[in-house]
């Protein structure tokens, strides 16, 4: 089974060089721990030209190591006051979007790979229980497989408004069909329960998304969220949000929902006081100016 990052760059595309990276400044009421998820994929950590280290202000001492889901983490115990983290890297991408194939079969339970079985299952956002009578009534004729969850996607896609001020951290993937707006975890978290639903192992994903070959105007830099799902023997990448097909998508964390991927989790009393992310076109030059916060 291939569980390596889906990749949007094969073949001979000219490719693309970005810049990426993020800055997050918290302010603390005391020392508080903290867990980081904010360093590529280790599936790509290849196509980094320049590694996206995390760097804290003030330096702490930090401690790496690898989830249950094979996603890079960092641990720290940052001082009371303002704190910062930060990574910055160039990374090249094949330049290709996320690979079609819309023959690929969905596999029946029974043959379902063991590993990929806990993505079937409901999790803290994707309540399946709740979804799983409408999900059967909406998709059952719709032919299994590719056609399926391109069916989905389409639904949720159509469905849900994307507003970035309606952000709830709590809302679930049932809460999002019923009010009908959110944002991009929101849309994820709609798709996979619906997918699971129907037999379809999914999983939700979180990272960098470049508006390379997208008409202007391009909204602010942020994280993305979209979805893998298993079909055919190996994961395919899904986008519920945008329902494209794009270049330039570079995997951070991946697990059964957004739970299971927080950017940051502070154990303790924080507010976050910064939040920048960039995507930057760096293919003619070191993109070496310093981005500048939007906050």
């Not at 069916?151 to 408004?161: N, Q, R």
């Not at 508006?211 to 990448?237: I, K, N, S, T, Y």
Request: aromatic share 10%; with cysteine.
């Amino acid at each position: 089974m291939d569980d390596k990052a889906p990749r949007s760059g094969h073949g001979d595309a000219p490719g693309i060089r970005m810049r990426i990276g993020c800055r997050l400044k918290y302010r603390l009421t005391q020392k508080t721990p903290i867990i980081a998820l904010l360093n590529v994929h280790f599936s790509r950590f290849g196509d980094l030209e320049r590694a996206d280290y995390l760097v804290t202000s003030p330096s702490v001492p930090l401690e790496s190591y690898r989830d249950g889901f094979g996603n890079w983490c960092t641990r720290m115990i940052a001082p009371a006051g303002d704190f910062t983290l930060s990574t910055d890297g160039i990374f090249r991408d094949g330049g290709l979007a996320d690979p079609v194939a819309p023959d690929a079969a969905q596999l029946a339970v029974q043959d379902l790979p063991s590993e990929t079985l806990v993505y079937l299952l409901g999790s803290r956002y994707c309540d399946t229980d709740i979804l799983s009578d409408e999900a059967w009534r909406l998709f059952e004729s719709t032919p299994p497989g590719w056609s399926r969850v391109q069916a989905i996607c389409d639904f949720v896609h159509t469905t849900v408004s994307f507003d970035y001020m309606q952000a709830d951290a709590t809302r679930t993937a049932s809460q999002t069909l019923a009010g009908r707006k959110g944002v991009c975890r929101d849309f994820a978290h709609l798709a996979i329960a619906l997918c699971r639903c129907m037999n379809i192992p999914a999983r939700y994903c979180t990272g960098y998304l470049s508006e390379f070959g997208e008409p202007e105007p391009h909204a602010p830099d942020d994280f993305a969220a979209w979805m893998e799902v298993f079909l055919d023997g190996r994961w395919w990448v899904f986008d519920p949000r945008n329902n494209s097909r794009r270049m330039g998508r570079i995997l951070i964390a991946r697990g059964r929902d957004a739970v299971d991927v927080p950017l940051t989790q502070t154990f303790g009393p924080s507010t976050l006081t910064q939040f920048d992310v960039w995507t930057w076109d760096a293919r003619h030059g070191p993109a070496e100016t310093a981005p500048v916060s939007r906050n």
